[in-house]
């Protein structure tokens, strides 16, 4: 009998990962109301933007003034840097927790940031050296760790191998995504279950896309695989510019909503997680992706 764990955490990725593929810029205020009211839902970490360029990544242009007004002390605020560039915008803020990103795809990888996943390597391994010296806290993102729209399947000795690499310069989390939500259960639980037998020192974090709505029976997998940190994104949003047919990410109130009828324990206040997406909603150009929310709304306003 599998013994499944009393509480797990949220890390909620829907201000980044959620919204840098919206065609419509949305109001930094909007964006700041939308932190502020999912970190008042309970969530405790969450990825706040990336310091990308403006050039490739339009909706993440006000980083800057995101982190300055929504990074606090009570709550994991992590940015997400591409480069050393990157790097020097987070040195200039308060921020304490950053995000590296690479895919264990090489075909992934050309087309996302024009480099090969050794040539990706041998620039991050530094600056995370760096960061670690300054004690920051380091979050790994492993792309394409279960399938590649370019490659196909991805072998799992080669993402144990990424993300050995990772460990050995001293991340404190390896996020591991199954970027185009090809991942079949067991496939999920067997890599993840290497995974916290030889990395169970570190932070490890599921990250599922819900495209063939496999993302919660793949949680579930994880969760017995000995996962308790799953990325998530409110309102189900979120999808990959460089990965052909992703839709978006896990949604959060799905996910908080299964785990609490399972006995787990999250911290999140479903309704008030649902009055964070209210808030980002109007602005969206796409529909909310989830089960939960729509059901939740109408059983709100029957009550009004």
């Given amino acids: 009998m599998v013994i499944l764990p009393k509480e797990v955490t949220i890390i909620e990725v829907g201000p980044r990962d959620g919204l840098q593929n919206e065609k ?15 970190k008042t839902s309970g969530i405790q970490e969450l990825e706040l933007t990336s310091f990308v360029s403006p050039k490739w990544v339009p909706q993440m242009s006000d980083a ?20 050393r560039k990157g790097l020097e915008r987070v040195y200039s803020t308060s921020c304490r927790a950053v995000a590296v990103f690479v895919g264990v795809s090489n075909s992934f990888n050309q087309k996302n940031i024009n480099k090969a996943t050794k040539d990706s390597l041998n620039e991050l391994i530094p600056m995370i050296r760096e960061l670690k ?30 993300c050995r690499e990772f460990v050995n310069a001293g991340v404190d989390e390896l996020s591991i995504a199954d970027t185009i939500g090809m991942a079949a259960p067991s496939e999920a639980y067997s890599l993840f279950s290497q995974l916290n037998r030889e990395f169970n020192h570190v932070l490890l974090t599921a990250h599922f896309h819900d495209t063939r709505k496999m993302a919660l029976a793949n949680i579930l997998a994880s969760l017995q695989a000995g996962i308790t940190r799953f990325d998530t994104s409110a309102g189900g949003l979120g999808g990959c510019p460089f990965a052909p047919g992703a839709s978006g990410n896990a949604a959060t109130e799905d996910v908080v909503y299964m785990l609490e009828r399972m006995g787990i324990s999250t911290g999140v206040d479903l309704t008030k997680l649902a009055a964070a997406i209210d808030i980002v909603r109007p602005h969206l150009s796409r529909s909310i992706d989830s089960g939960f929310y729509p059901l939740q709304k109408q059983t709100t306003e029957s009550h009004e």
């Fill in 24 to 38: 419509a810029f949305i109001p930094t205020n909007v964006k700041k109301q939308f932190i502020s009211a999912l």
């Fill in 64 to 83: 800057a003034d995101i982190v300055a007004d929504c990074v606090d002390g009570k709550t994991r605020n992590i940015v997400l840097v591409p480069n």
């Fill in 133 to 162: 010296e300054k004690h920051y806290f380091i979050r790994a993102c492993i792309s394409t760790a279960f399938y590649c729209p370019y490659e196909g399947k991805i072998s799992e000795v080669d993402t144990l191998r990424l």
